[in-house]
DNA sequence: CTTAATTCGGATAACATTGTCCGAAATAGA
DNA sequence: TCTATTTCGGACAATGTTATCCGAATTAAG
């Protein structure tokens, strides 16, 4: 459904948040461990992060990443790595799909993307860390 | 959401489904004129197909392929080339992500590929055939 | 000022997916 | 039987994704 790279992104979000306290940082060595990731590639990630305006950066010693300071959905972060397909783009890869011009999947799965994006763009990252702070809830294994 | 390969699978499939009459057989340059795919790669899924027992095909002039003689639902067309991760992979990623040991986003996704896995199993290809032939829904562009 | 810890940025490697090419096997029809 | 047409199967090329490596820039602290 998602990138690799966009799973790591949502893992890295829901798990700053998570933690968040103040304007606290967490490094890339904790975060990678926190959500058992590869340290390198999810540098990149954090990156992309970063430039998307999604997490704000600060280098050097007791640097590290923290969560920008607002209300972040879902749904940015999927756009922000994946891009917008997964809401917009055809079932069956047609370039021109729509009411007018439908493909024959077009009405059942107009209904699943509405439900999908319904769901990424209601749910925000503080409304997943609760679990993960009580401890029943995972983000790794 | 599907890979290209599996685009092109759905297509095939429903394309066939929209011209059958009594056995008659569709080749490899109709079918992949018929829904804009690029000819060899075409021709490999419709080898996994025929492997998958989805198509039956004959060699020699006047060869081709059409559907075999049962209905056809989109979930075996799917799970054929894609696998069954679409309707059974956490959305995180994690390999152990249940309702005992479940990732943050563990309910509103269950509810997503539930919606997906019941559009996939109910809806067969004859479901879908109908606009190819009365020209309201189209295969490519 | 120096050192150590950290993020940043570019290059590159490993792997998967998508796509092409070509000869072999099968087969209908002349 | 011969030929033309088709699917089959393997090798390979092109592209995209995932992942690693390393040096540069930044910065807190001694």
């Given at each position: ?86 809401v917009k783009k055809c079932v069956l890869?047609l370039?021109?799909c729509s009411g007018?011009?439908p493909c024959p999947a077009h009405d059942k799965f107009v209904a699943i993307r509405d439900h999908l994006k319904g ?23």
């Amino acid at each position: 459904m998602f990138s690799k790279a966009c799973e790591y992104a949502l893992k890295i979000m829901i798990y700053l948040c998570s933690i968040q306290e103040e304007g606290k940082l967490a490094g890339l060595k904790d975060i990678s461990k926190a959500i058992g990731s590869p340290e390198a590639f999810t540098a990149k990630i954090l990156q992309q992060l970063v430039r998307s305006e999604l997490l704000q950066s600060l280098r050097g010693p007791t640097g590290g990443f923290k969560l920008a300071n607002r209300p972040i959905t879902l749904l940015e972060v999927v756009t922000a790595i994946d891009g917008e397909g997964i809401v917009k783009k055809c079932v069956l890869g047609l370039d021109e799909c729509s009411g007018d011009h439908p493909c024959p999947a077009h009405d059942k799965f107009v209904a699943i993307r509405d439900h999908l994006k319904g769901v990424l763009t209601t749910t925000q990252l503080v409304d997943l860390k609760g679990g993960i702070i009580e401890g029943n809830r995972f983000l790794k294994l």
